[in-house]
């Protein structure tokens, strides 16, 4: 009698585990069901490095490029050619970021059609041609012929006096960066 109690009570036991069990399995997927749709609603431009956010770090080249009022044309462009990630590479990066007087001297309208879609490609090209790995002074620049950019061309640099010239566009601030240097160009750098 009391084996067949024993064995009652262990099956009802049991049964009560099973049942836990599976309200705790289902619960778990319908989260991951919650949590797996909520992913697949964002943007997936919006993935990546350049999307997480640190309050402590020295700031990278994208960060100190966002931070700028003078550079909120700059930022949607590397925006609209989904550039984000390549600059917040661990680097060291030397960017030569040109200001809105910089994009605004362009001729008419050449802005706009840049950051169409359907110009993605060449907006790309034209960004990389202003990122050269090294982080290099603006003195320290001087000593150099030309640089190497990240789209596969050569700038050229000039020293005029104090100033100096990379692809005609003149230095006029730089920027340490967690990953690099920030340059501030006060021309846009075209590839030929």
Do not use: W
Not at 57 to 82: E, F, M, R, W, Y
Not at 157 to 162: A, Y
């Amino acid at each position: 009698m009391k084996t067949t109690t024993n064995l009652k009570f262990l099956f009802t036991a049991l049964l009560v585990v099973l049942f836990i069990s599976c309200k705790n399995e289902a619960n778990t997927t319908e989260q991951s069901q919650v949590t797996t749709e909520a992913a697949s609603t964002e943007a997936p431009e919006r993935q990546g490095q350049a999307f997480i956010e640190d309050d402590e770090a020295v700031p990278n080249v994208l960060q100190i490029a966002i931070g700028s009022p003078d550079h909120t044309t700059l930022v949607a462009a590397v925006q609209a050619a989904q550039l984000e990630n390549a600059l917040v590479n661990a680097g060291p990066l030397m960017v030569f970021a040109p200001t809105n007087e910089a994009f605004a001297a362009l001729p008419e309208g050449t802005v706009e059609d840049l950051l169409k879609p359907e110009n993605k490609d060449a907006l790309a090209n034209i960004l990389k041609y202003h990122v050269t790995p090294g982080n290099y002074s603006k003195d320290f620049l001087k000593k150099f012929k030309k640089l190497g950019q990240a789209n596969n061309g050569y700038v050229t640099v000039e020293v005029k006096g104090d100033d100096v010239y990379v692809g005609g566009a003149k230095i006029i601030a730089s920027i340490p960066a967690g990953n690099g240097i920030v340059h501030v160009v006060d021309k846009v750098i075209l590839p030929n």
